[in-house]
């Protein structure tokens, strides 16, 4: 029963769970991160940029960010640069249109797209020199590792030892009904805004008839994935697209060591979201699901950095029970 007892505790001056996730997402900086660009072609001539911060190990870790970030987002480099201070090479991916160039073909990506993440991991296999590669995962882009993991079961690369994700919607449809229930929600406004203006980018389009005031329409992220996501990437609907790429159904087909560390008060999620039942039968995904937190946030008092940066160095490190000892500020 891989139900982890968290030690995570939030600081005192971040009370709620939209300061915990509002103040580390918003107001952090870290220094020091200095990225050399690599970019890929896609099997469907299109491109993938990976900011790489090496330091010429052989021990690879591939970090993938969530909805409309970055590589460049705050905490992708505070993991990377936390990695890095531990002999990691690490490699960021940017999603389709989220390196700060819009991406060549109309489709982009959505939380089930992982022919991407195996384009990038194939090309790491083959281009550099990678004897162990663990993925890190936020968000989104921790969806996209359990799926990635799980719908190639035993048929993954054998040098991928571990998997870490963290503030996972493993519940898709979950996920989007909650936020979706807030009208005001800032969450929702911001992600809807910025999908919005992408999918308008990419019209007029041959997958389907849509003009900018179909897209002006939409005010909801179901709505947005009825009439955008799904005909974009052949779902019949969003419900369908939510059943097929939810993350939480391809746990049972991982085969490598993975922790899942979401915080039960994350303001993206319901309870649907904590894959406890799926993590409860399987001897090797790990569920650690810590009182407080927040949505990608679990700073901690200083000196003592961020806790989803710690765990992610245990874990890999061997440590499958709740354990911090290492310092990654600074």
Known sequence: MPLVRSAYKNPWYLPTADL??????????????????????TPDSDFLDIDWLSNKSANIALLIH??????????IKGMAKALSKQGWCVAAMNLRGCSGYPNVQPRSYHSGSTE?????????????????????????????????????????PAVISKAVTISVPADLRACAEFLDRNALSIYKNRFLKSLKQKAIKHLPNDSFTLDRRDID?????????DL??????????????????????????????????????????????????????HSGVFLEAPDKGGHV???????YGYY?????????????????????AG
């Open 228 to 281: 955008y996501t799904a005909p974009l990437y052949g779902f019949r609907n969003a419900y369908d697209y939510y059943a097929k790429c939810s993350g939480k159904n391809f746990i049972q087909g991982i085969t490598v060591p993975t922790l899942i560390l979401n915080a039960r008060n994350d303001p993206f999620f319901t309870d649907a979201c904590l894959p406890v039942e799926e993590c409860t039968y």
């Open 20 to 41: 915990q996730t509002i103040v580390p997402n918003i107001f952090r900086v870290v220094k020091g991160v200095v990225y050399k660009r690599e970019r890929i072609s």
């Open 217 to 225: 329409k939409v005010h909801s992220l179901v709505d947005f994935d």
């Open 297 to 303: 946030g679990f700073s901690m008092e200083n000196p």
């Open 308 to 328: 989803s940066e710690m765990r992610t160095l245990n874990f890999l490190g061997g440590f499958t029970d709740s354990f911090v000892s290492v310092r990654t």
């Open 116 to 156: 991407d993440v195996k384009t990038v991991v194939d090309h790491i296999l083959k281009s550099h020199q990678c004897k162990n590669l663990v993925i890190v995962g936020f968000s989104l882009g921790g969806n996209l590792v359990l799926k990635y993991l799980g719908e190639n079961g035993t048929a993954i």
């Open 66 to 75: 969530g909805l409309e970030a970055s590589a460049h987002s705050m905490y």
